[in-house]
């Protein structure tokens, strides 16, 4: 069993940076890899960002490669992602998610626990 609590979301300019932090707490969760993923109104849950490999590479979308950056502190068991150079079409309900260590990376079936998410305004 792992929970999950997302925080950091608000409502910010073109160019603005966020900062989202993910909680984890459960007796497994160090079995479990961790990953982002967005929804915006009326379109699908999409993948954003994890790691794998032992939490030693990081994964991104091709829309955010460049400007988002994963990373977790295991003594917290907290896992960021820092959002830089933000854009309108960042604008969505971003959700922390775990999964199996060595299941699907990009694969949201995969994923086995959710938050319950925390939404991101881009404006312009």
């Known amino acids: 069993q792992v929970q999950l609590i997302e925080s950091g979301g608000g409502l910010v300019q073109v160019g603005a940076s966020l900062r989202l932090s993910c909680a984890a707490s459960g007796r497994t969760v160090s079995s479990y890899a961790m990953g982002w993923f967005r929804q915006a109104p009326g379109k699908e849950r999409e993948f954003v960002s994890t790691?794998?490999?032992?939490?030693?590479?990081?994964d991104y979308a091709d829309s955010v490669k460049g400007r988002f950056t994963i990373s977790r502190d295991n003594a917290k068991n907290t896992v960021y992602l820092q959002m830089n150079r933000l854009k309108p079409e960042d604008t969505a309900v971003y959700y922390c998610?775990?999964?199996?260590?060595?299941?699907?990376?990009?694969?949201?079936?995969?994923?086995?626990?959710w938050g319950q998410g925390t939404q991101v305004t881009v404006s312009s």
């Open positions: 998610a775990a999964r199996p260590r060595m299941g699907r990376v990009r694969d949201r079936a995969t994923y086995a626990y």
């Open positions: 790691l794998m490999g032992g939490d030693s590479i990081q």
